[in-house]
Each structure stands twice: as structure tokens, then as C-alpha cells.
């Protein structure tokens, strides 16, 4: 049933999930191409300014959205379709994303994106309400997969078949977040590198890189720690088999100096460098 | 495929959100120590969102905000909004329902959230405070003006 499918023709290249906190590091970074920014964090009003350069800069930015609950019972709400709309015609937007998660349920918001069950049921949902996001917004939608520590019972696929089945039948992009299958490799148990492969590679509109911790026994994706070098190992595994057309970094809290992101984004750009000259020479 | 059942779905959804907010009473099929784990890491990410938006009620908590928050995103969570504002207001009015000192600052600010989360109607509050120095603080919302305040010197220092 895929509704349509996009092409993908966006080269996004080295990207950083802008934030006005690190809006001053990010200028300082020559290599950068892209930046996301949170939907629902630009108003009705003018743009923020640093995006506003960013654009001047040349920067391609996406709006990332996380209040559609696309996962949620209830079907995405008008009034957050039109803004996100609206976002991506301000910047003038090659794609926008969003995330295979609920973050809202009896009217009730919960502040965090919740892992859907991955039953036949919920993703006949999932293609519904991803079908209506599609129709209201003027660019590709791309679908992010979730950091989980809870899993709902009684699942019917593994998440990368879960993904994919979403994938293929809406022909949204994929945005691949390789923090999220390390964090749910490691919390549930599974082979990270193993399930890569598994997951629509070949529809990947960017990739997401985050930092986390380990703290008692459980992995947290927190984004406001360092990238641990076991994603980065998997960013690298990736671009052995692929050719991902964008990879950036995510940082949302306990923002470091300048320096430290910078050196966190070129130990990215070195990651996906060796991964591509592994698959040239393959 | 039959048709989704939304309402039995919304139904789950809420009670899993509910569960992960208290702490407890999963729904069957939950592995308990990873619904823990995963409720804690919400009411922190919660706790996360308010502190910013409430900076005089941060610093006034200092290191206890987060081991705070948790104990009142427990009992308040399920009718809490998610959103920092009013989340933040009534995590305040539970703090001063426990006796918790809070201070001027934090009078203040409760105030200013107070006027803020007003969208209609005339509202007014008056403050007396002692700090920096004695005075009478205003604070409201009325149509058309807005979120209005005035500060009234009481005494020279």
C-alpha cells in the first residue's frame, strides 16, 4: 500500500542538532551542512536567528518534530501538522522527521517518546496516521526509531522488521538512529551490528549520533553525555554497507564547550570515512 | 487485516503511561525491573524539562530537585501536562503543600507562572517580600495588557 515513495536526492552530508545553547560552537564548524531543529521549538514568529544564519551560511536545516505522537491511538492532531508544515516552508526543508513513538495518551502528554507495541495491529495504525502526516506536509517525512527500556509484551517482529514493514508500505524515509539500536541492543539483549543490516538501509535520509551512559546495568540515550565509542564503532559498521546521505550529531543537554562537540562531530566525520573507504575497497 | 481498535489501543497506551509515571502496577507481560527503570528515566527526563523554566525553584532545591521531582511526578504525574509551565507551578504548590521552605525567589516565580497560565480574565496577587529589600510586589493579568507587575519600595535600607 505505499502511498508514494520518495527518491532520495538529499545529499545532507556532516549535520548537528542546532540548539541555541550550542548555536556559537556549531558557527565555528567549517564542515558542517545540515542542521535539525526541533519543530515544536520554533514559534509562529521569526525564526531564530542562528538558524536564520545557518541558513545564510549555506546549511540545509530539518525540522525534527516530537509531538505528533505518530505511534498514539488518536490520530495526529491538525493544528501540529500545519505547524510543522509551516516550519519546513520557513526554512525551506528538503525532508522533516518525526519518530515511530506516542508521547501523548487520554489528552495526557508525556513528555518523552514511548516505544509502540510491534504487533500487526499498531502498525496498521502507525501506516494510517503516517498517511495523514504525509498528506498535510510539503516535503518527505522520514521515521525515526526509538530508544526503548520498556518493551511492550507479546511482540510479533523484531524492530528492524517492525521499521521496515512502516517503511516500505508508507515510503517514508528512514531516519536511522545508531545510538537507539545500541541503546536497545545492549538494554534487550540483541546484536546491534546484526540487526543494522536488517533495517531498510537503502532508504536512510540521515542518520542520528548520540551520547548516553551506563548506569546500573541499563544504557540511558541521554544525548547529554559523550558519544560512546561503541556507536561510533556502529556509525563506522554502517557506512561499510552503506551510503548514508547525511550523519549528524545529537546533543540536547549538559552542553559541553566548543571544543569538546567539535571534536565530537570530527570523530563522527572519521567514522563514516573509514566505514566509506572499507566499502569503496569492497 | 480487521480493523484497528483505536479506543482499546488508547486505553493501553494510557495505562502504561500511567503505570510508568507511578512506579508501579503494570499492565501483565511488563517486565517490572525495565518499566522501572524506564519510569525513572521519565520523571528525570520530566524533571529535566521543568528545571529550566523554573530557574528560582532550581536553585532553591539545588542537588534535591531530581530525588524531589521524582516523588512528586509519582503521585501528580498522571494529570500532569508534560509541558514545563504548569508542570513546574504545580510541582511548587506540592512542595509548599509539604512545608518545604522555598523562599522569596520562588514566590515570585510561582506568581509570574501563575499570571502566565492565565489566558483570560482579570487576575491579581500581591506579595510581601523582604528581599532584596522590603516591598510590595503586584502581580497580574488583565485584558488586553497582559501579564502586568508592579514592585512597591516599602522601606529604604
Known amino acids: 500500500m505505499a502511498l508514494r515513495t520518495y527518491p532520495i536526492t538529499t545529499t545532507l552530508g556532516a549535520g548537528a542538532g542546532w540548539r541555541p545553547q550550542i548555536?556559537?560552537?556549531?558557527?565555528?564548524?567549517?564542515?558542517?551542512?545540515?542542521?535539525?531543529?526541533?519543530?515544536?521549538?520554533?514559534?509562529?514568529?521569526?525564526?531564530?536567528?542562528?538558524?536564520?544564519?545557518?541558513?545564510?551560511?549555506?546549511?540545509?536545516?530539518?525540522?525534527?518534530?516530537?509531538?505528533?505522537?505518530?505511534?498514539?491511538?488518536e490520530r495526529p492532531q491538525r493544528a501540529r501538522l500545519e505547524h510543522l508544515a509551516s516550519v519546513a516552508e520557513r526554512v525551506g526543508a528538503p525532508l522533516v522527521s518525526e519518530h515511530i513513538a506516542f508521547v501523548r495518551a487520554d489528552g495526557r502528554e508525556a513528555g518523552h517518546l514511548l516505544?509502540?507495541?510491534?504487533?500487526?495491529?499498531?502498525?496498521?495504525?502507525?501506516?494510517?496516521?503516517?498517511?495523514?502526516?504525509?498528506?498535510?506536509?510539503?516535503?518527505?517525512?522520514?521515521?525515526?526509531?526509538?530508544?526503548?527500556?520498556?518493551?511492550?509484551?507479546?511482540?510479533?517482529?523484531?524492530?528492524?522488521?517492525?521499521?521496515?514493514?512502516?517503511?516500505?508500505?508508507?515510503?517514508?524515509?528512514?531516519?536511522?538512529?545508531?545510538?537507539?539500536?545500541?541503546?536497545?541492543?545492549?538494554?534487550?539483549g540483541y546484536d546491534a551490528r546484526e540487526a543494522l543490516e536488517r533495517f531498510p538501509l537503502e532508504r536512510i535520509a540521515y542518520v542520528h549520533v548520540g551520547g548516553g551512559v551506563l548506569r546500573d546495568g541499563v544504557y540511558h540515550d541521554t544525548h547529554s553525555h559523550p558519544v560512546v565509542p561503541g556507536v561510533l564503532h556502529l556509525v563506522e559498521e554502517l557506512c561499510a554497507i552503506a551510503d548514508p546521505p547525511g550523519v549528524m550529531l545529537e546533543r540536547d543537554d549538559d552542553f559541553p564547550p566548543a571544543s569538546e562537540l567539535i571534536a565530537e562531530l570530527e570523530a563522527i566525520a572519521t567514522a563514516v570515512h573509514r566505514g566509506g573507504e572499507r566499502r569503496v575497497r569492497a | 487485516m480487521s480493523v484497528p481498535d483505536r479506543s482499546a489501543y488508547a486505553e493501553r497506551q494510557a495505562q502504561l503511561l500511567d503505570a510508568l509515571l507511578r512506579g508501579d502496577d503494570f499492565p501483565p507481560g511488563f517486565v517490572a525491573a525495565r518499566a522501572e527503570a524506564a519510569g525513572s528515566a521519565l520523571r528525570r527526563k520530566r524533571g529535566r524539562a521543568v528545571a529550566p523554566a523554573w530557574p528560582a525553584l532550581a536553585l532553591c532545591l539545588g542537588d534535591t530537585f531530581a530525588?524531589?521531582?521524582?516523588?512528586?511526578?509519582?503521585?501528580?504525574?498522571?494529570?500532569?501536562?508534560?509541558?514545563?509551565?504548569?508542570?513546574?507551578?504545580?510541582?511548587?504548590?506540592?512542595?509548599?503543600?509539604?512545608?518545604?521552605?522555598?523562599?522569596?525567589?520562588?514566590?515570585?516565580?510561582?506568581?509570574?507562572?501563575?499570571?502566565?497560565?492565565?489566558?483570560?480574565?482579570?487576575?491579581?496577587?500581591?506579595?510581601?517580600?523582604?528581599?532584596?529589600?522590603?516591598?510590595?510586589?503586584?502581580?497580574?493579568?488583565?485584558?488586553?495588557?497582559?501579564?502586568?507587575?508592579?514592585?512597591?519600595?516599602?522601606?529604604?535600607?
Open chain 1, 23 to 73: 548555536d556559537g560552537a556549531l558557527a565555528q564548524v567549517a564542515a558542517l551542512c545540515f542542521i535539525e531543529v526541533i519543530a515544536e521549538s520554533i514559534g509562529a514568529g521569526a525564526l531564530p536567528e542562528g538558524v536564520v544564519a545557518a541558513r545564510e551560511r549555506g546549511l540545509r536545516v530539518v525540522p525534527h518534530g516530537i509531538g505528533l505522537s505518530l505511534g498514539g491511538a
Open chain 2, 67 to 157: 530525588a524531589r521531582f521524582d516523588a512528586f511526578d509519582r503521585g501528580a504525574g498522571a494529570t500532569a501536562s508534560g509541558a514545563p509551565l504548569p508542570d513546574g507551578l504545580a510541582f511548587a504548590r506540592w512542595l509548599e503543600a509539604a512545608g518545604v521552605a522555598l523562599g522569596d525567589d520562588v514566590r515570585v516565580e510561582i506568581l509570574l507562572g501563575r499570571a502566565a497560565l492565565r489566558r483570560h480574565g482579570v487576575w491579581m496577587r500581591l506579595a510581601f517580600l523582604r528581599e532584596p529589600y522590603p516591598r510590595l510586589l503586584v502581580v497580574g493579568r488583565l485584558p488586553f495588557a497582559g501579564q502586568v507587575q508592579r514592585s512597591l519600595r516599602l522601606a529604604e535600607r
Open chain 1, 115 to 188: 516505544p509502540v507495541p510491534r504487533t500487526r495491529e499498531a502498525l496498521e495504525m502507525l501506516c494510517e496516521n503516517v498517511a495523514i502526516a504525509q498528506e498535510a506536509l510539503p516535503v518527505p517525512l522520514a521515521l525515526e526509531h526509538v530508544a526503548a527500556l520498556v518493551q511492550w509484551p507479546s511482540a510479533e517482529m523484531d524492530e528492524a522488521t517492525f521499521v521496515r514493514e512502516l517503511i516500505e508500505r508508507t515510503g517514508a524515509l528512514l531516519l536511522l538512529d545508531l545510538s537507539n539500536l545500541y541503546a536497545n541492543a545492549l538494554n534487550h
